[in-house]
DNA sequence: GCTGAAATAATAGCGTT
DNA sequence: AACGCTATTATTTCAGC
C-alpha cells in the first residue's frame, strides 16, 4: 500500500462495509471537509484501490439456496487442458467462482444453484468437459460468516 | 421469488454488477420514469432482496495476496463443539468466509492473508483452538473467476 | 403502480490557502 | 491536501391518474 494514507483506510473500512454513506457522513465521521473526502474517493476509484460498488443480494430470497464446492482434477496440467477448462467453466451461470489451486486438486469451484436437483444439471454438464479426472463435490449446511469486507 | 416482476429482476441484474448507477440510468434502460425505479429500489432494500451495497476492494492492492480454503475436521459433533467453533473462528480478521458442510470434513473457511508468513500466524492460531482433530490447507494460485453477482 | 414536477440533498468542479 | 463556494445532478416526496 504505496499511497494510501490513514484517512483512506478508513474511507476503503466505511464504504466496504456500506458504499451508500454519502460524502457527507463520512466526512463527518473523519471530521474532514466533504470536498476532501470526495476528492480521495475519486482516487481511491481511480487507482483501483476500490474496483467496483455493487449491491449485494440475499441468495435464498433468488432461488439459490444450495452452495457447493467443486474441487476438480484434469487429466493432465498442460497450458491447453489448462486454460481450455477455465475457458469453458467460467461460461457455466452456476459458477460464482473458480480458482486455480496448489496440491491435490486443480480447481475449486463455488456453485450457487436453487437445489441439488440443479446441482446435479451441473455436474453432468461440468463431467462432461473434456481433460476431467474426478469431480468432487461438497455442500454447505450452514453460513457461518460470509463477508466481501477486508479488515484494514 | 413470489413478489417480483421482470423489472424488478432487472433491476438487481444491473445493481449487482454496479450499484452507481443512477436512478435515471436505471430508468433509461427500463423505459420507466425515475420514480417508478426509486420506489422499486427502496421496495427491493426493504424486502431484503438487496441486503446491502458495498464497495469491493482489489485485494492485491490492500495486500492479500494470498487466499487459501482451509478445510476444518472436529472431534466431535456435539452442538457445544460446533457452536463454541464458529464462534471462535469468525473472530479471526484472515477468516472471509465460513461454511459448515456436509462430508469427509466440518468446514471450509475462505482466508485472505498477505503471504504464506501470515498464513503460517493463522494457521498457529487456528490449530489452537480446542476440538480440531485435522486442518487441510489449500492455495489459490490464479483466480479464474470471482463473482458476486448471480445471474437472473 | 406509474407519471411529472417541485423540493431537498448530494456530487462535481474551481479558486484559494 | 484541504477548504468553502457554486453549479450541476440526483434523490425524494407528492398530487393526480
Redesign the interface.
Same mark, same amino acid.
Given at each position: 500500500?504505496p499511497d494510501i494514507d490513514q484517512t483512506d483506510l478508513e474511507i476503503?473500512r466505511l464504504?466496504?462495509?456500506?458504499?451508500?454513506l454519502t460524502n457527507k457522513e463520512i466526512s463527518a465521521k473523519l471530521h474532514k471537509s466533504v470536498a476532501a473526502v470526495h476528492e480521495r474517493v475519486r482516487r481511491l476509484k481511480e487507482?483501483?484501490?476500490?474496483?467496483?460498488?455493487?449491491?449485494?443480494? #440475499? $441468495?435464498k430470497? =433468488? #432461488? $439459490?439456496s444450495l =452452495?457447493a464446492?467443486s474441487h476438480v482434477l484434469l487429466k493432465d496440467h498442460s497450458a491447453n487442458t489448462l486454460s481450455s477448462f477455465?475457458k469453458e467453466?467460467?461460461r457455466f451461470?452456476e459458477?460464482?467462482?473458480?480458482?486455480?489451486?496448489?496440491?491435490?486438486?486443480d480447481?475449486?469451484l463455488r456453485i450457487?444453484t436453487a437445489d441439488m436437483d440443479a446441482y446435479h444439471v451441473f455436474y453432468r454438464k461440468l463431467a462432461t468437459l473434456p481433460n476431467i479426472t474426478t469431480v468432487q463435490s461438497?455442500?454447505?449446511?450452514?453460513?457461518?460468516?460470509?463477508?466481501?469486507?477486508?479488515?484494514?
Open positions: 500500500m476503503l464504504l466496504q462495509h456500506n458504499a451508500e487507482q483501483g484501490y476500490i474496483k467496483r460498488v455493487v449491491a449485494i443480494l #440475499d $441468495r430470497k =433468488i #432461488d $439459490r =452452495i464446492f477455465e467453466v467460467i451461470p459458477v460464482m467462482e473458480c480458482f486455480q489451486m496448489t496440491g491435490t486438486f480447481f475449486i450457487a461438497f455442500f454447505v449446511l450452514s453460513e457461518t460468516k460470509s463477508d466481501t469486507a477486508y479488515p484494514l
